[in-house]
T-cell receptor, first 111, second 113 residues
Framework: KAGVTQTPRYLIKTRGQQVTLSCSPI?????VSWYQQTPGQGLQFLFE???????NKGNFPGRFSGRQFSNSRSEMNVSTLELGDSALYLC??????????FGSGTRLTVV | EDQVTQSPEALRLQEGESSSLNCSYT??????LFWYRQDPGKGPEFLFT???AGEEKEKERLKATLTKKESFLHITAPKPEDSATYLC??????????????FGEGTQLTVNP
């Protein structure tokens, strides 16, 4: 069965721009979570969506936002990019909440 | 605030040399403790979920155990393909209406042939 698909795999953006990342969960999984991974901070929780509703949110500024569609696909958006937003952005989907399957991530570089 | 501390930060083993990785955690109430493996350039790969003290789970050369304050990932007779970063994460009981995993920084394991 297909895993969690994240697109694009790599992105290079300029400071001040905005970016949209996409995540397609495993078929049947309605929960989608987003994480930011950096060498200094490790994996940090951004937010979680379930049935098109944001269920939980981490401690990130309002420039980070997301949404989920009726087919459970999710997007996250970062506006007014800063150099510190350079990171690997990971998406995870879950059916039961007892295990979370991660995608390969989107590597965002802000220059 | 939930906290997870993993040790050591890095570990080098010879093939066949067994060892353990440690994950110490602080959480108001534990809903689940997760172990993941992450290879360079890839997302974390799920290994185990543990729910209560005394629980153990095994998969091939890996065995995870849980106490009220820490979890251990025991690696028996490791092979070079076990080289990866191993991540530990906790989910708090209060997160009953959603999921938030709090991760440790990971242990980078290298197994030399």
């Amino acid at each position: 069965k297909a895993g969690v698909t994240q697109t694009p795999r790599y992105l290079i953006k300029t400071r001040g721009q905005q970016v949209t990342l996409s995540c397609s969960p495993i078929s049947g999984h309605r929960s989608v979570s987003w994480y930011q991974q950096t060498p200094g901070q490790g994996l940090q929780f951004l937010f979680e969506y379930f049935s098109e509703t944001q269920r939980n949110k981490g401690n990130f500024p309002g420039r980070f936002s997301g949404r989920q569609f009726s087919n459970s696909r999710s997007e996250m958006n970062v506006s007014t990019l800063e150099l510190g937003d350079s990171a690997l952005y990971l998406c995870a989907s879950s059916f039961t909440g007892h295990s979370y399957t991660f995608g390969s991530g989107t590597r965002l570089t802000v220059v | 605030e939930d906290q997870v501390t993993q040790s050591p930060e890095a570990l080098r083993l010879q093939e066949g040399e067994s060892s353990s990785l440690n994950c110490s955690y602080t959480v108001s109430g534990l809903r689940g403790l997760f172990w993941y493996r992450q290879d360079p350039g890839k997302g974390p790969e799920f290994l185990f979920t543990l729910y209560s003290a005394g629980e153990e789970k095994e998969k091939e050369r890996l065995k995870a155990t849980l106490t009220k304050k820490e979890s251990f990932l025991h690696i028996t007779a490791p092979k070079p393909e076990d080289s990866a970063t191993y991540l530990c994460a906790v989910q708090a009981l209060e997160e009953t209406s959603g999921s938030r995993l709090t991760f440790g920084e990971g242990t980078q394991l290298t197994v030399n042939p």
